[in-house]
């Protein structure tokens, strides 16, 4: 059951006012439409380096007038649409380049704002000669890291979790990582979240407006009652959505994928078959890898970190202790550890081979109980038998790649279980919910769920304190969107995209 219209919109009044003078809502900003920065922008938004086409970017009030001075134009540009013009120096009058320029008439451009772009050829010489004529503009100077993408965000072109994911593609190395970002940059993520903010501020409202007019009859019954169930209802599909096993953070900074095990069982032979180059010294003579040896890899589309570790033994050699003490720090660590054993030193009865692997185990991951077995440790851990043309498959033998680093023998197979496993840990980012990709992402999301407990905890015995808990939540979504966020959130953000974007 609803408030009556007159209740609700005097309870919307009284939140707001109560919103803006809580704790919580001090000090925050939230970006409207209205672009507020007043000078004018440039820099190359193109990669840097020798390149066929580079493109400068400009962005502010001052654009039309940088077109008029650098292309020659004495008459207005139509909006998108592409114009062969000699580029010159403002000043001297020196032809720079020839290239197409580009104008974007404000709100519609990507910053929201009157823009230019001026794609001209890519050697450094003529890159360098057009920003520097740039900057001897009056009113214009070079952009900030990110800050054509911050001015988007205030104009309400993207979302704060839309341009996080821009900063992803951006920097996207794989195929499963570009779809992730493409999917939050489509906004799927952002709008989830707006979904569940908007929900709560209904029940906001309805709390409110039950503190404020209960006594005067205007709320009718079964309000509170609805209020409980939304809040419920959020609280299980956040935490339904929390539970996500980090695949999607996992997916967008790589999976930490650790080869471990005793001395000389081929881990560093491993290392370099899979990065196929001579990443780490291989030799005879064990305890030879001490530090550790770390590749990223692209394993079927899915982002790898992988590395090796130096073999796992006592030793007195105060450097190999330190190695080994690195090693097991980095298993603990691992997102999969990748147990090499070298086939060789397997007991020649069958029958004792699971019982002396299950002991190996236990050495590479103390915190595997006995009583877990292989089969628990099968999430985190896949068996790799190396020299495996020596060792012939037996019954009893627990699941295990079966490999040659030496003849590349098994090597097929091998990666076929490495990124099924890979991919398993990372999920499909086109499939399900949107998955949650950034750190600061899941603690709000925690905050909200603790905050949704204040509210169950206050609501037979303080109202208010209830309201505050779903104000809290509310917050805290907030900050995930940008719609309630502080400024050193957005400093942390902007400052990881490059100049020029």
Same mark, same amino acid.
Request: aromatic letters at 4%.
């Given at each position: ?50 390149? =066929? ?12 007038? *940088?077109? /008029? ?22 000043? #001297? ?12 008439? +404000? ?14 050829? +890519? ?7 057009? !920003? ?23 104009? @309400?072109?993207? @979302? ?6 821009? @900063? ?53 019954? $079964? *309000? ?26 996992? %997916?967008?900074? $790589? ?101 002396? !692997? ?14 877990? @077995?292989?089969?628990?440790? #099968?999430?985190?851990?896949? %068996? ?11 019954? +009893? ?12 023998? =098994? ?13 398993? !840990? ?25 905050? %949704? ?5 206050? /609501?037979?015995?303080?109202?208010? !304190? ?11 979504? =907030?900050?995930?969107? $940008?719609?309630? =966020? ?8 902007? /400052? ?6």
């Amino acid at each position: 059951m609803l408030p009556c219209t007159c209740g609700l919109w005097r309870s919307a009044f009284h939140t707001l006012k109560t919103f803006r003078a809580s704790p919580s809502a001090r000090g925050l900003c939230i970006p409207t439409r209205a672009v507020c920065d007043a000078e004018t922008i440039f820099a190359l938004s193109s990669g840097h380096g020798r390149c =066929g086409v580079a493109v400068v970017r400009v962005s502010g009030p001052a654009s039309s007038m *940088v077109l /008029r001075n650098m292309a020659g134009l004495t008459q207005a540009l139509p909006p998108r649409t592409a114009l062969l013009r000699r580029i010159t120096d403002p000043q #001297s009058k020196e032809l720079l380049d020839r290239g197409l320029v580009l104008w974007f008439k +404000g709100p519609h451009s990507f910053t929201g704002e009157d823009s230019a772009e001026f794609h001209i050829h +890519g050697g450094p010489a003529v890159i360098t000669a057009v !920003l520097q004529a740039l900057g001897s503009l009056e009113g214009v100077r070079p952009a900030e890291a990110g800050e054509f993408t911050r001015r988007a965000f205030h104009a @309400g072109k993207l @979302g704060l979790t839309e341009v996080e994911g821009l @900063g992803d593609l951006i920097h996207a190395e794989t195929e499963a990582q570009r779809r992730q970002a493409l999917r939050q940059m489509d906004g799927e993520l952002g709008r989830l979240y707006q979904d569940w903010s908007y929900r709560l501020k209904r029940c906001l409202a309805h709390v409110e407006a039950f503190i404020d007019f209960s006594e005067d009859e205007l709320i009718e019954d $079964g *309000v509170l009652n609805q209020v409980d169930s939304s809040v419920c209802q959020l609280e299980t599909e956040i935490e339904r959505h929390l539970k996500d096993e980090r695949r999607g953070e996992r %997916l967008r900074t $790589g999976v930490q994928v650790v080869i471990a095990g005793a001395t000389n069982a081929g881990k560093s032979s491993l290392l370099n078959t899979l990065c196929q180059r001579p990443a780490a010294i291989v030799s005879p003579i064990a305890g030879t890898t001490r530090d550790i040896v770390e590749t990223s890899l692209d394993i079927g589309g899915f982002p790898v970190l992988l590395s090796d570790t130096a073999g796992l033994r006592d030793s007195s050699d105060s450097v190999e202790r330190e190695g080994v003490r690195r090693a097991r720090q980095r298993v603990e660590q691992a997102d999969l550890t990748l147990v090499v054993v070298d086939s060789t030193q397997l007991p020649p009865d069958p029958q004792l081979v699971p019982a002396f !692997l299950q002991e190996h185990l236990s050495t590479v991951l103390p915190s595997l109980s006995p009583e877990a @077995g292989m089969k628990a440790a #099968s999430d985190r851990v896949l %068996l790799v038998l190396n020299k495996s043309d020596l060792l012939r498959e037996s019954p +009893g033998l627990p699941p295990a790649c079966f490999l040659s680093c030496y003849t590349s023998t =098994g090597l097929e197979d091998f990666l076929t279980v490495l990124q099924s496993r890979v991919k398993t !840990l990372c999920g499909d980012p086109l499939s399900g919910a949107p998955s949650l990709t950034q750190a600061r992402h899941r603690a709000h999301l925690q905050q909200s769920v603790q905050a %949704l407990n204040q509210y169950h905890q206050y /609501r037979d015995q303080d109202l208010a !304190l209830a309201a505050e808990g779903v104000r809290l939540a509310l917050t805290h979504l =907030g900050r995930i969107t $940008g719609r309630v =966020g502080a400024e050193e959130i957005l400093d942390i953000i902007f /400052r990881d995209f490059c100049i020029g974007k």
